[in-house]
């Protein structure tokens, strides 16, 4: 069965740094999501992309985070000037319409 | 932000009960997903609900989605080990889908 592959699957990186995580969605899919779901907190959504831009976003979208899909398959959310709030799990998710297939998520932690 | 309020937040139950678990919001939602997530792992779709009023089953699983489409019910029948995890659920609005709280099922043999 198809799945959504995550890289890294541990980031450890220093307060003030840039990151780069990445995605492979399931090829044949049309909508990408990234999540984020801090320790002991909901899976809190962060951006959709459709059609090569982005469909929504929330409200701390734009304070650090950018969404890219830099050829046919990578998906790539980059976080500007990390703070160690950012400290994480972020589940990257592809569907035909709603997120259907979630990666096993990259565990990001800020020093 | 739109709220899903999920209850209970955590439930212990025996092997062989039944249980329900509740998705509540103020807002209405085009669609509405469950989920289950393991640790360590992504959330994993187990079924999608449109229409109000709609029932979907899934093996001992019966999800039901409220006819103003603002909350949902997930119903386990003769629960097992392996429904252990926690459940969410998760409204569409618009191309956002904005997670429930969680609830966190432990069944014990």
């Known amino acids: 069965e198809p799945e959504v592959t995550q890289t890294p699957s541990h980031q450890v990186t220093q307060m003030g740094q840039e990151v780069i995580l990445r995605c492979v969605p399931i090829?044949?899919?049309?909508?990408f999501y990234w999540y984020r779901q801090i320790l002991g907190q909901k899976v809190e959504f962060l951006v959709s992309?459709?059609?090569?831009?982005?469909?929504?976003k929330s409200e701390i979208f734009d304070d650090q985070f950018s969404v890219e899909r830099p050829d046919g398959s990578n998906f790539t959310l980059k976080i500007r000037s990390t703070k160690l709030e950012d400290s994480a799990m972020y589940f990257c998710?592809?569907?035909?319409?709603?997120?259907?297939?979630f990666g096993d998520g990259t565990r990001l932690s800020i020093l | 932000t739109q709220l899903l309020e999920q209850s209970p937040q955590f439930l212990s139950i025996q092997e062989g009960e039944n249980l329900t678990v509740y998705c509540n919001s103020s807002?209405?939602?085009?669609?509405l997903q469950w989920y289950r997530q393991e640790p360590g792992e992504g959330p994993v779709l187990l079924v999608t609900?449109?229409?109000?009023?709609e029932v979907k089953k899934l093996k001992r699983l019966t999800f039901q989605f409220g006819d103003a489409r603002k909350d949902s019910s997930l119903h386990i029948t003769a629960a097992q080990p392996g429904d252990t995890g926690l459940y969410l659920c998760?409204?569409?609005?618009?191309?956002?889908?904005?997670f429930g709280t969680g609830t966190s099922l432990t069944v014990i043999p």
């Open positions: 992309f459709y059609n090569n831009e982005i469909s929504e």
């Open positions: 609900v449109v229409t109000g009023g």
């Open positions: 807002s209405v939602f085009s669609s």
């Open positions: 090829s044949n899919h049309l909508y």
């Open positions: 998710a592809s569907g035909l319409l709603q997120p259907q297939h």
């Open positions: 998760a409204g569409a609005s618009g191309n956002q889908f904005y």
